[in-house]
Nanobody, 125 residues
Framework: VQLQASGGGLVQAGGSLRLSCAAS????????MGWFRQAPGKERESVAAINFSGGSRFYADSVRGRFTISRDNAKNTVYLQMNSLKPEDTAVYYC???????????????????WGQGTQVTVSS
């Protein structure tokens, strides 16, 4: 499984970015997907998750109402639209996929086995 995250960058507070994660190596439409982030000196935290069909989505409290996770199964890609960005959103963002297929989607990092390389998001004040 290969997960390639992209779309990070430097943005001013209040701005927007859209992250993409292209997946390859196995049948994408049957796997849940998650986005996580890790800021310097902090533990990795869950950001958002989406089930295999796109019908169920979950968000961390810190991003709910500002971030939107979506997926395009025809393109084997999951997205994270980030609006109203804050300096505290600064982190390396990772996409991840669990080993098992189908099943309920969960936010916890322990549920995910395959990880992308991360993309840096920096929000200036």
């Amino acid at each position: 499984v290969q997960l390639q995250a992209s779309g990070g960058g430097l943005v001013q507070a209040g701005g927007s970015l859209r992250l993409s994660c292209a997946a390859s190596g196995r049948t994408f439409p049957i796997y849940n997907m998650g986005w996580f982030r890790q800021a310097p000196g902090k533990e990795r935290e869950s950001v958002a998750a989406i089930n295999f069909s796109g019908g169920s989505r979950f968000y961390a409290d810190s991003v709910r109402g500002r971030f939107t996770i979506s997926r395009d199964n025809a393109k084997n890609t999951v997205y994270l639209q980030m609006n109203s960005l804050k300096p505290e959103d600064t982190a390396v963002y990772y996409c991840a996929q669990p080993r098992g297929s189908l099943g309920p989607v969960r936010l916890g990092a322990a549920e995910y086995d395959y990880w992308g390389q991360g993309t840096q998001v920096t929000v200036s004040s």
